[in-house]
């Protein structure tokens, strides 16, 4: 079992270009989550999903961000128009179910994907 | 403030040392959840609490919720638990229920030979 996979690891991308960020949950997993880190807001919610399904994507900045799972195998999080302050290390997550004390469900994550906007 | 406030910012303990960390929140939670963010990145994670206290060989973690506070102690101090050490609290009051988790800053610990 290779964990929650991400791809890229790195990526370098030019203002106003577009970046897509690929998550792999662990099979069998029905909840996927995504955050986003930074040195200077920590680690932020972005949205997540359950079987497939958008949950809640209330941490999503509204106009440039978005994401979608199309399968259970992967997620993606695309950012249009990119600017200098989506710089950040993206986080994927994944459990069996809703994770947290209420269910017992462990929370795995990925090894992220760092986005260099220049 | 900060609804979740971690202290230290960083740390470093002697190989074989122990040392605790300690989470403070500015509202009741339901739940806390301990990670350990490795050399690579990935978020590691070390306990989940409703209450009270658990154990995983050198690490022990605390949760009161009443005091909102959580703690997690590491006895015997190794090289490889070097890393960011974050809690995350679990808002809301229903504990039947799924919540988000909000994070702290994390504590950066160095283990050093």
């Known amino acids: 079992n290779a964990g929650v996979i991400q791809t890229p690891r790195h990526k370098v991308t030019g203002k106003g270009q577009e970046a897509t960020l690929w998550c792999e949950p662990i099979?069998?997993?029905?909840?996927v989550f995504w955050y986003r880190q930074t040195i200077v807001q920590g680690l932020e919610f972005l949205t997540y999903?359950?079987?497939?399904?958008?949950?809640?994507d209330s941490g999503m900045p509204k106009e440039r961000f978005s994401a979608q799972m199309p399968n259970q195998s992967h997620s993606t999080l695309k950012i249009q128009s990119t600017q200098p302050q989506d710089s950040a290390v993206y986080l994927c997550?994944?459990?069996?179910?809703?994770?947290?004390?209420?269910?017992?469900?462990?929370?795995?994550f990925g090894e992220g994907s760092r986005l260099i906007v220049v | 403030g900060m609804p979740v406030e971690q202290n230290p910012p960083a740390l470093s303990l002697y190989e074989g040392a122990e040392s605790g960390l300690r989470c403070n929140f500015s509202?009741?939670?339901?739940?806390v959840q301990w990670f350990q963010q490795n050399h690579r990145g990935r978020l590691i994670t070390l306990f989940y609490?409703?209450?009270g206290t658990k154990e995983n060989g050198r690490l022990k973690s605390t949760f009161n919720s009443k005091e909102r506070y959580s703690t997690l102690h590491i006895k015997d101090a190794q090289l490889e638990d070097s890393g960011t050490y974050f809690c995350?609290?679990?808002?809301?009051?229903?504990?039947?229920?799924?919540?988000?988790?909000?994070f702290g800053q994390g504590t950066s610990l160095s283990v050093v030979p």
């Open positions: 997550a994944s459990s069996l179910d809703l994770p947290g004390t209420h269910s017992g469900n462990t929370l795995y």
């Open positions: 099979s069998g997993h029905s909840a």
């Open positions: 999903f359950r079987n497939q399904a958008p949950i809640d």
């Open positions: 509202t009741t939670m339901k739940g």
């Open positions: 609490l409703a209450q």
């Open positions: 995350a609290v679990e808002e809301g009051a229903t504990a039947s229920s799924f919540s988000k988790l909000v």
